[in-house]
Each structure stands twice: as C-alpha cells, then as structure tokens.
C-alpha cells in the first residue's frame, strides 16, 4: 500500500540501523511521546535494533491510558442513567472504572453506543429529541477538532440535547513537565506525527531552546521511528539542540490553521489530570464559556465522583522512564490487558500492554528454552543482532 509498504522495508531499515550505529559514540535516552509510536518500536522491534546504550523512553502520549480512572466513572454514572444515549469510540467501552467497564453498564440494559465519530452522535441527538445524547470526548490535540466542530454543529442545528464529556489533553505541557521533572533523563524527543498534522511544530523551538534538547517530528512506520531516532542522536552527538521535521509528507510547520482556529474557539486550556501522571498546569482543554451549556459534567451533575488509583501501580515512573514495565512488581501477575491496574496495561498502546503483548517479560534463554514463537521484530535481521 502507497505510503505505508515503502517505510515497513527491511532491508533499508538495517541500513538505516547500520547508521545510527556508527552515528552513536555514547549513551543517549530518547523519549517516544506517542503510544502509537511506542506501540510500533516494540512490535517491530526497533529498540532492539539501536546500539546498546541508546534507549527508548516510552512516554505518555496513548489517550486511552492517560485518561483519568475518575472520568471513566463519570462516564460510567452517565451512561447507566435512564433517557441517555452514551457514544463513544470503541476503545474506550473496556476501559476498566473502580466498578465495570461501559459494556458491562450496556449488558445491564444501559444504551451505550459505538460511533465512528462525534458527528454521528450529534445526527442521534437530533432522531431522538427526547433523549439526551453524550460523546465521550477523550485523546490528544488530534481528536480535539471532530470534538469541538460536533458542539459547533449542534450549537448551529439548536440541539440542546447533546453534550461532551470531555477529557482532552495537550503534549507541549506535558513535554515541559517531563523536562522539570526531578530526575529526568530524557534527553531527545521523537514528537507525535499526527499530533503535529494538526498543530503544526510552531510551538516547539521555545521548548528546544529552553531545555537545550532536540525534537523531531516523527511518523509512525519502522523507517519513520529510525530515521526520527538518527536525527535526534545526530543532533546530540554535535550539541545541536533544534526541532526538526521528519514527516514531511503528512505535517508542516503551521499545521491545519482551520482545525486550530476552530479549536481555539470551542475549547480553553485548563489545568488537567493526567493518569499515572497527576495533575500538570494548563495541559488540558475544558469547552469555553460560550460552548459550556455542552459540558456533560455540568448538564449531570457528576462533578461529586472522586477515585484513587491502585496503590500498587507504578505507571508514573515507566512514564517518566524511571523503570520499564517488567520493573514493576504487578506486571504480569496483578496486572494483565485482561485486568489492568494501572494507565499504560489499559490500552495496546500504552508501554505495559505492548511490553506484555509482545513478550518483553521474558528473557531469551527463557524463550530459547520453549521454542517458542511469541511476537518477535516484524524487521528480521537487526543491525545488532
Ligand atoms: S504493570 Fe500495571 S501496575 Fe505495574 S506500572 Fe504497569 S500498569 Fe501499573
């Protein structure tokens, strides 16, 4: 397939694995922001590709995960409520709340309801004026603008039965709050391709200048992660410190001026919790004063609820990259895809789940000894293999 099979080539990647081997004269630790990139290093095995003192950091940027266990509540006491007709994507319906999940609230009679976009809920709202109609509106800057233009049309259309439930986050905060962090050992940051198509990079060279780090724009291919990776460590091994552009063919410098024009007029920042994280200053959006008659938490009244992560759960420091996921003492035991704890065993994205999908919890003798043939690198033949 165009733009997809010409980045998953093998033979390229090695020798663009060769390359950053001679490139690299010393450790470095380079942060992924994105889940899906996460996701696509462990599958296709790139970190085991890199030389051996240059490491993947796996950030916060899966939206499921960092979704607070709290609002999955919330989501939950909405969609149980009688006259309500809750809509989401369906990576949100196994999300696990203190107790249930939303096809669990579903299979006990409550009307809950996967839709391919907020649009489509809007369209609902309008056959069932007699209902109240409510979209899940959780991710990053690159699901915001369907959410805010759904709030738009139903504003223009005067459907006063429609409403957000709202949990949207931003990654140059939270970028910032990693580099303040105490500890932190992130020293270059691949940034999150679909992010930027729609944000531009704009707002990137204050944070390169101010914390003396590189950050490329990257995509999400296995060439699109090495090529980010080479970029970032060439910068380091020269002292630059610069935010360059990987992802040509997808994202520009100002990104899509409509969708953040739009998003700059339903949305305001705010302060926002992040799972696994906490709270970080102004790293969120909350709908403005004039859409907030849209607000799910106001039009319900669920502000009340208040929840307590697993105190087991150390997905702060994997987020941090103070450990990896095997590191934590629930991985694989408490902690499964089937019964997650904590934000990264929620989603595939998140580091813990592809840590566990993709069997990096178990050591190669162990895996030589079974002969076994769990997941390993789609890419055969790593440079240092
Ligand atoms: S394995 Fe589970 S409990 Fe441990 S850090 Fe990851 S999500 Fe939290």
Known sequence: ?????????GEVAQRMAREIHQTATRPWKIMEVCGG??????RNG??????????????????????????????LAIAAQPDVIFCSFGDMLRVPGTEGDLFQVKGAGGDVRVVYSPLDAVELAAKNPAKQVVFFGVGFETTAPANAMSVHVARRRGLTNYSLLVSHVLVPPAIEAILQSPGNQVQGFLLAGHVCSVMGYWEYPRLAEQFGIPLVVTGFEPLDLLEGIRRVIVQLESGRHEVENAYERIVSFEGNRAAQKLLAE??????????GIGV??????????AYRAFDAEERFHISGIHT???????AGDVLRGAIKPAECSAFGKECTPRHPLGATMVSSEGACAAYFNYGRFISAEDLASAGSGLAGPAISGAANG
Not at 37 to 42: D, E, L, N, R
Request: glycine share 6%; charged share 25%; proline share 8%.
């Open 280 to 289: 970080i200053p102004k790293s969120g959006w909350r709908l403005s004063e």
């Open 1 to 9: 397939m165009k733009y997809l099979t010409e980045f998953r080539n």
């Open 308 to 314: 307590e992560e697993s105190p087991l759960c150390r």
């Open 266 to 275: 339903v949305f305001e920042v705010t302060d926002r919790a992040w799972r």
């Open 37 to 42: 990139q996460t996701h696509s290093i462990i």
């Open 46 to 75: 790139i970190d085991q590709m890199l030389p051996a003192g240059i490491e993947m950091i796996h950030g916060p940027g899966c939206p499921v995960c960092v979704t607070p266990l709290e609002l999955i509540d919330k989501a």
